[in-house]
């Protein structure tokens, strides 16, 4: 019964391949999120999303893009890896019009070699 | 945008002290929130405070949210060996942006 989970949690692949991290929330929240964490431990936000509004992080390159394809669930793409893609991605969901506190999944170690 | 300090960036403390450590940001938030993670895990929230000046305990820790609504702290007593682990704020502004903003971390280890 976990609250946030999210598929694969490690992942090798090389530069210049295409893939996905599927994320799912089983909170009822109306909002998802997509945080980078990179190897001095920075969490910076990359998408933020629910069912009427996406709001992207404009650092972010337009090769990761974030796909909904219901309430419960936030897939992150990425096109084309590069080296510098390499990270800790987590995903998060919250109910915003409450508080605002985001629960995390466990996140996926992205390597790209 | 919004920037988090948070400090200290590490710490290292024999078990049994106590820890504290704090954040502030250069504008208001309405939430502040205290995150710990453990090496390969999420982030796990410990304790949210919603109004200035407001105290919350949860165990060993408690959390002050500042009055001016730009930092908050959090201290944890009697240090245990389980509380080792990276420390982040986290400040949420409702409106458009939806979105908590960060601390850079206190990476808190404990030593026997």
């Known amino acids: 019964d976990t609250a946030v989970s999210q598929t694969p949690k490690y992942l090798v692949t090389q530069m210049g391949n295409d893939k996905s991290i599927k994320c799912e929330q089983n909170?009822?929240?109306?909002?998802m999120y997509w945080y980078k964490q990179d190897s001095k431990k920075f969490l910076k936000i990359m998408f933020s999303y629910n069912n009427k509004e996406l709001i992207i992080n404009e650092t972010v390159p337009n090769r990761f893009s974030p796909k909904s394809p219901d309430k419960a669930h936030l897939n992150l793409h990425i096109n084309s890896l590069e080296l510098g893609d390499s990270a800790v991605y987590f995903c998060?969901?919250?109910?915003?019009?409450?508080?605002?506190?985001?629960?995390f999944g466990q996140g996926t170690r992205l390597t790209v070699v | 945008g919004q920037q988090l300090n948070q400090s200290p960036q590490s710490m290292f403390i024999q078990e049994g002290e106590d820890v504290s450590m704090n954040c502030t940001s250069s504008s208001i938030f309405n939430t502040w929130l205290w995150y710990k993670q453990d090496p390969g895990e999420g982030p796990v929230l410990l304790i949210a405070l919603y109004k200035a000046g407001e105290l919350t305990s949860n165990g060993r820790l408690t959390a002050q949210f500042g009055i001016t609504r730009k930092d908050s702290f959090l201290n944890i007593s009697a240090s245990i060996p389980s509380d080792v682990g990276i420390y982040f704020c986290a400040g949420y502004l409702s409106g458009s942006a939806r979105q908590l903003t960060f601390g850079s971390g206190t990476q808190l280890t404990v030593l026997p």
């Open positions: 998060a969901s919250s109910q915003v019009l409450v508080r605002g506190e985001a629960f």
């Open positions: 909170l009822g929240h109306d909002t």
